[in-house]
């Protein structure tokens, strides 16, 4: 089971930027896919991007397409999320998660570990 911890959230105005890292351990990083979530308070948590094994294939919901990156370091077992021009409806507790398998998905039930949650609050 890999153990998942998210850094690098913050407050930003809209129209910043922020960088969230995912430091993964307990599992052979490089086997697994990864993905970001966010959850806005009353709202269920929703799939923001997703990135495979290698890092070769990526995909990300609408709302975030063109503003956010996600990418990983295998030998630093570390996912990240770059986020640019950033919403106030991108406020969110975000989340990063571990698959089992190597393919990415954007079901959040085909993630078996998860991490704690970072908060991003982006103000008007």
């Known amino acids: 089971q890999a153990q998942l911890v998210e850094s690098g959230g913050g407050l930003v105005q809209a129209g910043g930027s922020l960088r969230l890292s995912c430091a993964a351990s307990g599992r052979t990083f490089r086997s697994y896919a990864m993905g970001w979530f966010r959850q806005a308070p009353g709202k269920e948590r929703e799939f923001v991007a997703a990135i495979n094994w290698s890092g070769g294939i990526r995909d990300y919901a609408d709302s975030v397409k063109g503003r956010f990156t996600i990418s990983r370091d295998n030998a630093e077992n570390t996912v990240y999320l770059q986020m640019n021009s950033l919403k106030p409806e991108d406020t969110a507790i975000y989340y990063c998660?571990?698959?089992?398998?190597?393919?990415?998905?954007?079901?959040?039930?085909?993630?078996?570990?998860w991490g704690q949650g970072t908060q991003v609050t982006v103000s008007s």
């Open positions: 998660a571990a698959t089992s398998g190597v393919a990415l998905t954007t079901k959040p039930g085909r993630y078996s570990a």
